[in-house]
């Protein structure tokens, strides 16, 4: 049993080279597995099912064409993708997670999140996460027409890029007493997320038991973005791996 998680690709018409690394990883080593997780942040933004670009389309289908062969599909949303809805869901054969999903793996209990959550120190995208999940904002949001969506959308990430630049290193990571209280609330030996960009694999100073109630060290497996090479978690049993791969494979 093969579970792989991916997330922070980012996909967007202005990174072809990185659509088509998705692509080959779906014909590929996804086909391989029995799971894939998708951890938000699939695409650059996501202002609604209905804009239905090209390149959604071409996503859609490469996931639909992977579920038709049996591999169970996942998404939970991101901080750039949280409008994706049911219509592209059940297009692209894939079940839609709450923010915070707990899985069992290897008899353990492991908790997935796209990371944005723990990072507590930016208060003002705290702020902006509470605003922005209001149900009745994003109602009225989708009822613009897209080319003020997709002026709003770009807008925001303006103001992100910039804001980041000013903002401390330590307010782009998780905060660890989070991450520590958010396990224990849900008996989790393992956490998987992305977010962040920094992969890697956290041994965290206490531990949790397992089912059969053998306990573990506790652990987080930070995913990376696929901005220059791509990485995935895949986990074998108890053996989790972050593999890494190049965006562009090279002309041997
Ligand atoms: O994404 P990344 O990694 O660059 O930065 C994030 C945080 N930024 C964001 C913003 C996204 O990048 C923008 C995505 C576009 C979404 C399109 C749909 C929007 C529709 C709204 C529907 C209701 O998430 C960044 C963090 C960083 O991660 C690290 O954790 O620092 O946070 C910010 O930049 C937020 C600013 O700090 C606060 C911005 C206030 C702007 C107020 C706008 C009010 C929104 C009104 C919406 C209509
Ligand atoms: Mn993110």
């Given amino acids: 049993m093969t579970t792989l998680f991916i997330s922070d690709l980012h996909l967007s018409e202005h990174r072809p080279e990185l659509t088509s690394a998705f692509l ?22 996501w202002i609604g099912d209905d804009e239905a670009s090209p390149l959604q389309r ?7 064409a992977l579920h038709q062969q049996g591999i169970a599909l996942f998404y939970l949303h991101g901080n750039r993708d949280f409008m994706v809805g049911k219509t592209f869901a059940r297009h692209a054969g894939l079940t839609l997670l709450p923010p915070i ?35 009745w904002l994003q109602w ?15 807008k925001i990430r303006r103001g992100s890029k910039q804001g980041k630049q000013a903002k401390p290193a330590a307010w782009m990571d ?3 007493h989070e991450v520590e209280r958010l396990m224990r609330q849900h008996g989790a030996v393992w956490m998987i997320h992305g977010h962040t960009h920094k992969p890697a694999r956290h041994a965290l100073g206490f531990q949790m038991p397992d089912l059969a109630g053998s306990t573990h060290n506790a652990c987080r497996f930070v995913l990376g973005d696929w901005e220059h090479v791509f ?19 090279s002309v041997a």
Avoid: M
């Avoid at 996503?59 to 639909?64: S, T």
């Avoid at 990485?231 to 494979?249: C, I």
């Fill in 24 to 45: 080959r990883f779906l014909r590929t080593t996804a086909t391989q597995a029995d799971a894939l997780y998708i951890l938000g942040d699939l695409f650059e933004f």
């Fill in 58 to 64: 071409q996503i859609e289908q490469a996931l639909q």
């Fill in 101 to 135: 999903q707990v899985i069992t793996l290897a008899g353990r209990r492991c908790l997935l999140l796209h990371g944005d959550e723990l990072c507590l120190l930016d208060q003002a995208y705290q702020r902006y996460r509470r605003i922005t999940s209001w149900r």
């Fill in 140 to 154: 009225l949001f989708l009822r613009l027409p897209l080319s003020r969506r997709l002026k709003i959308a770009a």
């Fill in 174 to 176: 998780v905060v660890d």
């Fill in 231 to 249: 990485t995935y978690l895949s986990v074998e049993g108890d053996n989790a791996r972050l593999l890494t791969d190049p965006v562009t494979p």
